[in-house]
């Protein structure tokens, strides 16, 4: 059962922060262990029939679902070793980080949230919600500003410098239409601090997870209809390419005759 983190944990996450190196990491394991990842550990399970219940589809498993206090440095200018946060992510299987729609929790020395959202651009999934806010505007107010959320948690997302409005689509989405992306995201204040130390961070986050599901099962609903969309230009472009392949007229036949047929 998750009872918290305690300040250890905080100051571990602070001294990795200062001291970014293998041999720190390697003298200061057990702190990490024992201080950091059991108690993450025990976070997640507890959220798990809470997120199952959202959508059984989500990846719970722990191997998925916690941070690694290790970073891959290969495509990035920052090359230090480890992370000096944790969170938890729950995804679909085969979904990186970089696709989709997502819950995630986390902390680090400054910072305390939680939330759902894209964290990159998704442009067919995003393409699915334009034409649904078109669609169903009010379905998608209604995931969006579910009470137990209002006034708790930011809008964010980067826009797209030139997009095309349609006349139809309602005033108070348009912000929305133009995103290349989007989340919500609630920043822990000095009460949630000082809950992250107790089991009532556990109760809080569950309830935020509940209020969030109607957004969550939205954009996973929108993630199936691209899908569906993307099929279906593959069928159509190929049905085309077929229908031209079969609209060149064959070449003519070679006739080949002899010198004897022709009279000179």
């Not at 995931?143 to 349609?166: S, T, W």
């Amino acid at each position: 059962m998750f009872t918290g983190f305690t300040q250890d944990a905080v100051d571990f996450l602070t001294d990795i922060r200062f001291n970014n190196n293998q041999q720190f990491y390697e003298s200061n394991k057990q702190r990490y262990e024992e201080k950091v990842k059991s108690p993450l550990r025990e976070l997640c399970d507890e959220m798990t029939p809470v997120v199952q219940l959202i959508d059984p589809r989500l990846d719970t498993r722990p191997g998925r679902t916690m941070s690694r206090i290790r970073r891959d440095t290969r495509f990035t200018k920052d090359k230090s070793p480890f992370r000096d946060h944790v969170w938890l992510g729950w995804r679909y299987p085969n979904e990186r980080r970089s696709e989709g729609f997502g819950m995630y929790w986390g902390f680090g020395p400054d910072w305390l949230g939680w939330g759902c959202g894209c964290y990159a651009t998704d442009k067919p999934l995003m393409d699915a919600l334009r034409l649904h806010i078109r669609r169903a505007p009010e379905e998608v107010r209604d995931a969006l500003h579910q009470p137990a959320l209002e006034g708790r948690f930011e809008f964010y997302g980067e826009d797209y410098k030139k997009i095309a409005v349609p006349d139809d689509v309602p005033e108070d989405l348009r912000g929305l239409y133009v995103k290349k992306g989007f989340g919500i995201e609630h920043k822990g204040d000095e009460r949630e601090w000082a809950m992250l130390r107790t089991h009532e961070m556990a109760d809080l986050l569950a309830a935020d997870l509940a209020a969030m599901a109607p957004l969550q099962q939205l954009m996973q609903r929108m993630r199936r209809q691209a899908e569906h969309a993307q099929e279906e230009a593959a069928r159509e472009l190929e049905a085309r390419q077929q229908a031209e392949r079969q609209s060149v007229p064959a070449p003519a036949k070679l006739t080949v005759r002899s010198a004897e047929e022709f009279e000179f």
